[in-house]
């Protein structure tokens, strides 16, 4: 039986996309974790770091309305999934979701998101001045870590380039759309807040912005150990946790 583990001394491990799906294989085939439980999980964790850097009493509009940018690959599932949760946060989220995946699971975050009135936009200001004015914040769950390299010069690319302009903060889900999961940014976005999910991406090192938080509580210690994730302590009953700028 595994011993449970204490705080981290050493600072959290950065990875590499080899190891972030390898983690992720890892936790669906052999600990028999859904796919959908892993999205749901992210997703919520997601939510609750927007709630951390933008609580509530904060926001500087009088409604709490947040967009929530949605790509059409396992990035933007997570992005409907915290919007929902957003929701039941009594925020306001709407959400462009403009390349719907025709996955069922996908699906049933869509409809779970309509069937609460979520508001779904059917296209993305180009006037950028649109989206400062309606919006505290953006949620970026266009590209993820399971994005190829070149994406953001595809059908995504009229996204990024609005989103580069906004002047609201924008909260990145695992990977700022654009990024290179190793690499880092080549013209991407430049997020304010950064949400890591199971652990940091090498990207992550590059991350400028004001609040970096990792989701990763719930990775089982034997994961922890044999990846030598090194995660932070998370206080309480804390599935999110702000981490330090790496050194």
Known sequence: MSSVPGPSREPP??????????????????????????????????????????????????????????????????????????????YEPTIFYPKRSLDPLYRDFTTQCEKMDIPFLSYLPTEVQLINDAYNAVVDAVLGAEAELGEGRGPCAAILATLKHVRIPIVSLDVPSGWDVEAGSSGGISPDVLVSLMAPKQCARRFLGRQHFVAGRFVPYDVQKKFELNPPDYPGTECVVALRAPQ
């Open 13 to 90: 491990r950065y990875l590499s996309k080899a190891e972030a799906e390898a983690i992720e294989k890892e936790l669906l085939e052999d600990y028999r974790f859904g796919r959908q439980q892993l999205i749901e999980m992210w997703g919520h964790a997601c939510a609750v770091a927007v709630t951390k850097a933008f609580p509530l009493p904060s926001l500087p509009r009088k409604q709490p309305t947040v967009l929530v940018v949605c790509g059409p690959a396992q990035n933007g599932a997570i992005g409907l999934v915290c919007a929902r949760h957003l929701r039941v946060f009594d």
